[in-house]
């Protein structure tokens, strides 16, 4: 689901870095993912864009194989696409990046 190697090569060999930016994703992702849930239970549509456009590069950071997820987001909260249509996407980027951060909370020391 997820590459590190772009961080690592970004991080030139220092492990530290790689595990400090990992904790903050770890961290910080769910936070705004339950901040994009409730702005999708408000229907609030200026919210899910700009909350889905600030997480776009934190899962670049970690090379996600379905970061077209969040970007789906982004552009559905821009055209205000029905409430219906955005819950499943949200749900899949959800559940996801809840693996994701399963596997990084497993596997790195």
């Known amino acids: 689901m997820y590459n590190l190697k772009q961080l690592e090569s970004i991080a030139s060999g220092d492990k530290e870095f790689v595990r400090e ?3 903050i ?18 229907k609030n549509y ?3 864009s700009k909350l889905s456009h ?3 590069s934190s899962y670049n950071l ?4 379905n970061v077209f997820l969040i970007k789906k987001l982004e552009e559905m909260g821009k055209n205000s696409e029905p409430i219906e249509t955005i819950t499943p996407v949200f749900e899949r980027l959800n559940s996801e ?5 399963h596997d990084m909370n497993k596997d790195l020391p």
């Open 25 to 42: 994703f770890i961290k910080v992702t769910p936070e705004d993912l339950a901040k994009i849930q409730d702005a999708i239970d408000a």
């Open 62 to 65: 970690i090379n996600y194989k």
């Open 54 to 56: 600030k997480l776009v």
């Open 97 to 101: 990046t809840r693996n994701i951060i």
């Open 21 to 23: 930016m990992l904790d």
């Open 46 to 48: 200026e919210s899910i």
